[in-house]
């Protein structure tokens, strides 16, 4: 008699297949291998329209600064990148969306900022930004 239901082993491969189609369908694509990274001094790094932006080392809370002087935490720790893809700090990783919807773990942790600089996090959400 012919087995009506799939294996176990099939049901999670065929879940594992559909999920890592879902997070690999919108492309990302970084072009920072011409660039050098050095450890950020201040952890500050330029975000849309002319805003600072820093990591709280404490609890990886992100916040936001018109001057440099005043900081406030950023609602649900979200930034945008040069090309408006949506950043954020999840479960110790920096994640990305088009739509601030459907995320994605970020490629290598990298994004360019508005002023063309190119920014990414280590293991320990240390900023590191490149030198050209």
Known sequence: MKNLFPSPTTLIL????AEAET???????T????????KSVD???????NTWYKLNATDHSVWWSADGEVWNTVNAGIWQDVDGKWLKIAEQKL???????????????K?????????????DLNLWTSKM
Do not use: C, H, R, Y
């Not at 072009?31 to 050095?38: G, P």
């Not at 994004?111 to 990414?120: E, F, R, T």
């Open 14 to 17: 065929t879940l594992v297949v």
């Open 23 to 29: 997070l690999t369908s919108v492309p990302f694509e």
């Open 31 to 38: 072009t920072t291998e011409k660039f050098i990274f050095e």
């Open 43 to 49: 952890g500050v790094w330029m975000g849309t329209k």
């Open 95 to 109: 994640w990305w969306s088009l739509d601030g919807k459907a995320w994605a773990q970020s490629p290598e942790w």
């Open 111 to 123: 994004w360019q900022g508005v002023n063309g600089i190119w920014n990414k996090f280590d293991q």
